[in-house]
């Protein structure tokens, strides 16, 4: 358990540079869409930490899949649980999403949606090659027999 905590820590710190890098992608974004012209020093305060603490925890989050006594669906719901309870505490924080019913349903359609978009590209890429794999061992094998 203390490897895979160290992992987490590693794959977190890794990835929480980047938070502040995606942040200002999204201000630069919304200055050119949305003609944001000033932010206060408080807002860009909490955007930064909150950023770099989301980042954190999905680079950190990735590790949940090396457990091997874990199940894969309880793997995939404990990593798209605190990914979704994360992304969503950070745009409620930010200021991104209003608090509310309505705006709470979209946001968790959308994250779902993406959710289950980029797992079915991880399954089909993994399937993929798992095939190839799995065809490459029958030729060995049916070479051996020969």
């Given at each position: 358990?203390?490897?895979?905590?160290?992992?987490?820590?590693?794959?977190?710190?890794?990835?929480?540079?980047?938070?502040p890098l995606i942040l200002v992608v999204l201000y630069l974004i919304l200055h050119?869409?949305?003609?944001?012209?000033?932010?206060?020093?408080?807002?860009?305060?909490?955007?930064?930490?909150?950023l770099s603490a989301l980042a954190f925890i999905a680079g950190g989050m990735n590790v949940i899949y090396q457990i091997e006594q874990l199940p894969l669906m309880i793997a995939i719901l404990l990593h798209g649980g605190t990914l979704y309870i994360g992304y969503l505490?950070?745009?409620?924080?930010?200021?991104?999403?209003?608090?509310?019913?309505?705006?709470?349903?979209?946001?968790?359609?959308?994250?779902?949606?993406?959710?289950?978009?980029?797992w079915l590209i991880i399954w089909s890429i993994t399937k993929k090659n798992a095939?190839?794999?799995?065809?490459?061992?029958k030729e060995k094998q049916h070479r051996k027999s020969i």
């Amino acid at each position: 358990m203390k490897q895979v905590i160290l992992e987490f820590v590693r794959r977190g710190m890794i990835a929480c540079g980047f938070g502040p890098l995606i942040l200002v992608v999204l201000y630069l974004i919304l200055h050119q869409k949305c003609d944001l012209q000033t932010l206060t020093v408080e807002q860009v305060c909490v955007a930064i930490l909150s950023l770099s603490a989301l980042a954190f925890i999905a680079g950190g989050m990735n590790v949940i899949y090396q457990i091997e006594q874990l199940p894969l669906m309880i793997a995939i719901l404990l990593h798209g649980g605190t990914l979704y309870i994360g992304y969503l505490i950070t745009y409620l924080v930010n200021g991104w999403i209003e608090m509310g019913k309505s705006p709470i349903i979209v946001f968790t359609v959308i994250f779902l949606l993406g959710y289950l978009v980029i797992w079915l590209i991880i399954w089909s890429i993994t399937k993929k090659n798992a095939d190839r794999l799995n065809e490459k061992l029958k030729e060995k094998q049916h070479r051996k027999s020969i």
